[in-house]
C-alpha cells in the first residue's frame, strides 16, 4: 500500500518508524502469542483483565482470530470469572463472546447483582445488555425460591421424617406430591416436623441472595437441621441419610430449575 514520505523524525537507522496506538505491553502479548518460540504462557498467563481486554482490542483491530479465542479463555480463567463475574460479562458483551457473557451470567448468580464499587467495564455495554442480566438474574433467583417454597417436585413421601409417628414436637401438613391414588390433580397430604420447615425456609431466604446448589447444601445449615431431626428417637436411626438424600435431590432441583432460565442475549 502508498506510504507517506518519509522524514528523519519517522525513521530510525534508516528503517521507518510505524507509531502504534497499543501499549507496548499489549504488543509484546500480541507477539507472544504470534512468535511460538517464545513462550506463550510466560506473558499471557500473568495478565490482569484490563490487559487481556486490551490484548481483545488488538486480536479484532488486527483481525487476529487465533488471539481472539485465546483470550477469551484467559477472560474466563477461574480466579477472574469467580471473584469479578460483572467484569467478565461486560467484556464478553463488549466483544460478542455469547459463552463466556452466559457463564459469567451464571457465576452472578451466586452475589448480589449490582454493588457500591463502580467498575469501568460497565461503560462497555448498553443499557439493554444490563438489563436483560437483571431479567435473567431475577428470573433464576424466582425459580429457586420456588423450589423451596413449592413442595410438588418431591416425589417420595418416604423420607423418616415424613409422617413421623412422634407428634411430640408439633408436626405441620404440606402437600409434597401428587397422589397415585387421585389420577385428577389431587396432592397427597403428609406430616413433617417444624425443624425441616425451619430448613426449608432458611434456605429460601439464603437463596434469594445466592443462587446456586451450593447455597442448598450450606454445611451450617444442613448440620443446625440435621442436629435438629436427630432429637426426634422416632427419626433418630435414619435421618441423617435420609436427609442426605433429600438435600441431595433439592440441590439438583434447584440447578434443573436454573439450567431451564436461558439468558436473552442480542450480538
Same mark, same amino acid.
Given at each position: ?9 519517522? /525513521?530510525?537507522? $534508516?528503517?521507518? @518508524?510505524?507509531? =502504534?496506538?497499543?501499549?507496548? *505491553?499489549?504488543? +509484546?502479548?500480541? #507477539? ?80 448480589? /447483582?449490582?454493588? $457500591?464499587?463502580? @467498575?469501568?467495564? =460497565?461503560?462497555?455495554?448498553? *443499557?439493554?445488555? +444490563?438489563?436483560? #442480566? ?83 447444601? $450450606? ?9 435438629? *431431626? ?38
Amino acid at each position: 500500500m502508498p506510504q507517506p514520505p518519509l522524514d528523519d523524525g519517522n /525513521l530510525k537507522e $534508516d528503517l521507518p @518508524i510505524v507509531d =502504534l496506538t497499543e501499549s507496548a *505491553a499489549t504488543i +509484546l502479548s500480541l #507477539l507472544c502469542f504470534a512468535y511460538p518460540a517464545i513462550n506463550p504462557t510466560d506473558v499471557l498467563g500473568t495478565l490482569s483483565l484490563s490487559q487481556i481486554t486490551d490484548l481483545l482490542h488488538a486480536a479484532v483491530k488486527y483481525d487476529i482470530e487465533g488471539l481472539q479465542t485465546h483470550a477469551l479463555k484467559l477472560l474466563i480463567k477461574p480466579h477472574f470469572i469467580v471473584t469479578e463475574p460483572l467484569r467478565i460479562y461486560a467484556i464478553a458483551c463488549r466483544f460478542r463472546a455469547e459463552k463466556e457473557a452466559r457463564m459469567a451470567a451464571k457465576q452472578m448468580l451466586c452475589r448480589p /447483582l449490582l454493588t $457500591d464499587q463502580y @467498575i469501568d467495564e =460497565l461503560e462497555m455495554i448498553d *443499557a439493554g445488555s +444490563l438489563y436483560r #442480566l437483571q431479567s435473567y438474574h431475577k428470573r433464576c433467583t424466582e425459580a429457586a425460591a420456588e423450589v423451596a417454597r413449592g413442595h410438588t417436585w418431591i416425589r417420595t413421601a418416604t423420607y423418616t421424617f415424613f409422617e413421623c409417628k412422634n407428634h411430640d414436637g408439633g408436626m405441620t401438613t404440606i402437600s409434597p406430591q401428587p397422589s397415585r391414588k387421585y389420577p385428577y390433580g389431587y396432592h397427597l397430604d403428609v406430616h413433617v416436623h417444624g425443624w425441616w420447615l425451619d430448613f426449608m425456609e432458611k434456605t429460601r431466604l439464603a437463596l434469594s441472595t445466592a443462587v446456586a446448589a451450593s447455597t442448598v447444601t $450450606d454445611l451450617g445449615r444442613v448440620m443446625e437441621a440435621a442436629v435438629a *431431626a436427630g432429637k426426634c428417637p422416632e427419626c433418630q436411626p435414619r435421618v441423617a441419610s435420609d436427609f442426605h438424600a433429600f438435600v441431595r435431590l433439592f440441590a439438583e432441583e434447584v440447578e434443573d430449575r436454573i439450567s431451564q432460565i436461558e439468558l436473552e442475549l442480542r450480538f
